[in-house]
């Protein structure tokens, strides 16, 4: 290494590709987020269920199993539609859970300490690096939700055997739509909350806020108002919405399916503006 | 899509040569950005293409504006603007590629060793990663953040920060190095030191620099160019090597013996003249040469004990700038 030249030197070797420079920004924020390791013990807490699952799917399709833990018959457990709607459900809340920690982190630490000017000085534009960062949470929460629901749709399918993979395999398109749909909403609003606030543990407050004050306040709208639009507020009551619906499974809402579509992709397109206010090199003041 | 490396961009602009005339490193055709109702920068027209540019004016002149504009940060709203031949509304991407642009104000990744942050910048700008951390170190070694390289940058001091974001501004190479006051908060030692890596890095002659400051002494000591800009126009341009050339014919002679006659033989030769106590100063007219001076003075006995041509300082120029 020629690190004894201290004299300047101009480059004038072979660059990467311009479209490989956002894999540059996620390859540096992911080794930063599990230097954390709070965060990584978080990360690997996320498994336990799904290895719970993978068990249950053993024990479902195994009856000599089963009977040996009490006589209970194979309708104790039954791999259909609504277990992997329960395993969306859990997996989504430790999504959050994860995304409250990690999310506020990648985005506001920059804004912070000014480094915006530097990474857009650069041949690198603003929606690569939003890109960039967002591939980070995107990919975490890949990793949590929609990967190990498909490995527990193959091993489940393995097991019972064609007929049944034939018949369900419309879950494994409703797992990864629903996945990819909540790990939008969630990379969003962390990422839109933290450039807004510029500091990273109030982000992470404001996000629980947000899901959960949400939650509080449309129910008080409904209440006050004696309506039911309330819910509209509710960004987990519209996601439970869509998911119902799309494991077609039934349930009472007040909100059909399309409308909460519809409201989520306008929080996300809410989300996706303030992003692009806030990412800027410098604001002007007009 | 191909996943080999490209040809550096960086050799896209050619070196200065004797035969063709240098790229302007900076071309401005009545250049205007506005903010709101706000004019910042006013039909600004000029063509720079020194080695060293300074970039003067008072705070708020427009100096930050008109780098941040040419970087693509900012919109022009009439007018165009090349950056080494590059235009600045289509391609933004290519001028940043060539440029090393150091902001004025913090900036950094608090929880980032100094040695990953240059490494990760230089990448971004498309060196693979092995020579982006080669050079990440050079650039390090160069400013002189060698021991403190693996440090965090949250824990550096003002200074420190400051020759990082140096380093993250020439680790990948660029053909342009943009400083926006480079030595803002540094003490006088680190101010010098600051200075003398401006001027080694000029010297290399492999990049231009455009120093933006308020600090005329800054200027001064590094550019040959200077752009002095008030209230969003061109208030100067001047080249300071030129300007210190045709200063040649101020001189200011402290003497020994001179009385009125040997004023008035000097005054007789065309030449202004202004005397105080044993000093005296003018101005040469034309042809007449020091050594004029020198033949009037031994034959009236008059001894020259010192001769000085009296340059205009850049305060002078600025304040001239300023006043007109």
Not at chain 2, 246 to 266: H, M, Q, S, V
Request: hydrophobic share 45%; with cysteine.
């Amino acid at each position: 290494m020629a690190v004894y030249r201290r004299t300047y030197t101009s480059y004038s070797g072979p660059l990467t590709p311009a479209w490989s420079r956002s894999l540059v920004l996620f390859r540096y924020s992911r080794r930063k987020l599990f230097q954390s390791k709070l965060q990584t013990a978080l990360f690997v807490l996320c498994f336990f269920y799904p290895l719970a699952c993978l068990l249950m799917i053993y024990a479902a399709n195994n009856l000599s199993v089963l009977e040996r833990l009490g006589g209970l018959g194979s309708s104790f457990i039954k791999i259909d539609n609504k277990f992997f709607l329960s395993f969306i459900e859990v997996q989504g809340v430790l999504a959050f859970v994860l995304t409250a920690f990690t999310g506020p982190g990648l985005i506001s630490p920059d804004l912070a300490n000014g480094a915006l000017p530097l990474y857009l000085c650069r041949p690198f534009s603003r929606a690569e690096y939003i890109l960039g960062k967002a591939s980070v949470l995107a990919i975490v929460l890949s990793q949590i939700t929609w990967i190990p629901g498909l490995v527990l749709f193959a091993v489940q399918s393995s097991l019972a055997g064609a007929g049944w993979t034939w018949n369900h395999l419309w879950i494994a398109g409703s797992m990864v739509l629903s996945s990819l749909l909540w790990i939008i909403v969630l990379s969003l609003l962390a990422m839109a909350l933290s450039a807004w606030v510029k500091w990273r543990i109030v982000a992470g407050a404001l996000l629980l806020g947000v899901m959960f004050f949400g939650a509080g306040f449309a129910q008080a709208v409904n209440a006050v108002l004696r309506t039911q639009s309330g819910h509209f507020l509710n960004i987990v009551y519209l996601m439970g919405t869509v998911w119902t619906s799309l494991f077609r499974v039934d349930m009472e809402g007040s909100i059909t399916p399309p409308e909460a579509w519809i409201a989520l992709l306008i929080y996300c397109a809410i989300c996706l503006m303030l992003l692009v206010r806030r990412v800027r090199a410098y604001e002007v003041v007009k | 899509m191909s996943t080999t490396l490209q040809p550096g961009a960086a050799d896209a602009i050619s070196q200065p040569t004797s035969a063709a005339p240098p790229t302007p490193v900076i071309e401005l055709q009545g250049l205007s950005v506005r903010f709101g109702k706000r004019d910042i920068l006013k039909d600004l027209t000029c063509s720079l293409r020194g080695r060293a540019i300074g970039l003067l004016g008072p705070n708020g002149a427009g100096k930050s504006t008109l780098i941040n504009t040419l970087l693509g940060f900012y919109k022009p709203s009439s007018g165009s603007a090349r950056v080494l031949g590059s235009d600045i509304r289509t391609e933004t991407r290519r001028i940043r590629s060539l440029v090393g642009y150091m902001p004025e104000n913090d900036a950094f990744i608090s929880k980032m060793s100094a040695v990953s942050f240059v490494q990760m910048m230089a990448e971004l700008c498309g060196l693979p990663s092995s020579v982006a951390l080669e050079r990440a170190h050079e650039a390090l070694f160069q400013v002189g953040l060698a021991e403190a390289r693996y440090r965090e940058l949250g824990t550096y001091s003002l200074g420190m920060k400051q020759l990082a974001k140096l380093a993250q501004a020439i680790a990948h190479g660029p053909k342009l190095l943009i400083l926006d006051e480079p030595t803002n908060g540094l003490d006088p030692s680190a101010r010098q030191r600051m200075i003398r890596m401006i001027t080694d890095i000029r010297d290399s002659r492999q990049l231009q620099i455009v120093l933006c400051s308020h600090l005329l002494r800054d200027v001064e000591d590094t550019c040959e160019e200077v752009l002095i800009l008030n209230q969003g126009r061109v208030a100067h341009y001047s080249n300071l090597e030129e300007e210190r050339k045709a200063n040649k014919r101020f001189l200011e002679l402290e003497t020994y013996g001179a009385n009125g006659d040997f004023t008035e033989a000097i005054e007789k030769l065309g030449c202004e003249c202004a005397v105080t106590a044993n000093r005296l100063k003018m101005i040469l007219a034309d042809g007449v040469e020091v050594r004029d001076i020198y033949r009037i003075a031994a034959e009236r006995d008059v001894r020259i004990r010192r001769l000085n041509f009296r340059r205009d300082t850049l305060e002078d120029i600025f304040l001239k700038a300023m006043g007109s």
